[in-house]
């Protein structure tokens, strides 16, 4: 899985970015506006949230 800007997490979970670098910072992340966020990373903020993240194999997908 490839990382994921912090405004398209945002953009699915309807909050600014702003809240997901907020989140970030209580939780001990320090990240930049422009910093990708990894899965452990985006499963940690979700969960902040109230989200659950699933993540799914692309390739293995696209096969099926």
Known sequence: ???VYKRQIATLMDVTTNDIISACMTL???VTMNQRLDS???SVVAEEFGFKVEFID??????C
Do not use: A, S, W
Request: no cysteine; net charge negative; glycine share 14%.
């Open 28 to 30: 001990g992340i320090m």
């Open 40 to 42: 452990e990373t985006l």
């Open 58 to 63: 692309f390739l293995l997908n696209r096969i």
């Open 1 to 3: 899985l490839g990382d």
